[in-house]
């Protein structure tokens, strides 16, 4: 459905602009379609990259509209002169890091063989005119008609994205306390599943935040948007930490059940805050968080005095540990700042 819109949107906005864009050249009298060509490519999913785009394919349409007048004053209109002007225009664009105008300026160049026939210094002025024409409108009716808001998603994707952490973190250690598997394949997919939603929302947070430099109302939320973000990078360092689990080599665990039942409390503890959205209690945290330590300083005095058993000198409890801990401090700095923004 979200697709549909954005979809949706994109094309009135292109439409708009075509329309506009024509009307301009029309009442002016200059030719509508190279101002069109500008406008259909310069409408971008933010009005951040319409303007950067368009400070790239204003010189790029320059250097085709260029290399069109130069070859017809010099061939006329034959087919040598089409193939100078495009392939001119490729590699000048290519030379000076102009690739986002590559498309628009070759097109130009080619479509200006046709239409050219005398007053070629003219007509060169002429096309830039109907670019800058093309640039300014798409990038107006990008602002202001149906200007993007990923607010929405940003935020659902977030709370998703915490629930479905507390089932990979329960799931994770569940294998390793209960089952002491070797292959996490069911986790290792789940992951990649979760770091592509969070791949998805960090692009949405770009996007959000690149308009908000252009729209007082959005700009007013930036420090939402600045939270929301870091939330975001809460939950990568989460799921850091959950694949290095994932990955670290299991042979057998020594932990004794009573070691094992308060690990599984800690874990089962983290989980169900992600999964319900609510954060620990300060005095079960900080109890928690005790005990873990104490297995950690315990598995570290293990490790001094069995070094020959670990080739690495780090035993796969004390790495364990070590991850669990650090996951507890990210879900606290997570729901730290949920509270804030409430």
Known sequence: M??????????LKTGVAIFLTATICELIGWPPVFAVITAIVTIEPTVSDSIKKGIVRFPASAIGSFYAVLFISLFGHSPLTYTLAAILTIITCYRLHLHAGLLVATLTSVAMVEVIHDNYMIAFFIRLGTTTIGLLVSTVVNMFILPPNYTKEIVQNIRRLSKHTGKAVEKVFRGILREQKEDHHEEKVLLEQLDKTIQQTETFLRFQKDESKFHPLIKSKKQSLDKMDQQLSHLRLIHYHLNNVVNTPLETITW???????????????????????????????EKITELMDLFWEGDEEMMTNQERFPTHFPPELIILYELVSIYQQVTSFFELSSSSR
Not at 2 to 11: D, E
Not at 269 to 274: E, V
């Open 2 to 11: 979200r697709k549909f819109q954005v979809a949706g949107g994109r094309v």
């Open 256 to 286: 004794t059940a009573t070691e094992r039942e308060k690990i599984f409390e800690a874990v089962e503890q983290i989980a169900s805050s992600l999964q319900t959205e609510s954060d620990v209690e300060s005095m079960a945290h900080n």
